[in-house]
């Protein structure tokens, strides 16, 4: 069975990759394809990696500013 976009996976919002049972599978409305370089796959971990870190980041802020506006 081969990933598409319907298929579970953690989605790189913004771009046509979908991380799925630890592997990147590039997406399109014309199916799937694995990513196999280590380097443009390493380069989409660091991407995620920094993401999740902005959106952590964003988070707390958010929580920081709701808790001194109430």
Not at 37 to 57: C, I, K, N, S, V
Request: avoid cysteine; glycine fraction near 10%.
């Amino acid at each position: 069975m081969t990933p598409s976009s319907s298929s579970r996976g953690e989605p790189l919002v913004g771009a046509p990759v979908v991380r799925r049972g630890g592997q990147w599978w590039l997406v399109s409305g014309a199916g799937s394809l694995l990513a196999t370089d280590p380097t443009f796959t390493g380069e989409l971990d660091r991407f995620a990696a920094a993401r999740a870190a902005a959106e952590r980041e964003v988070a707390q802020l958010t929580s920081e500013r709701r808790r001194w506006w109430s």
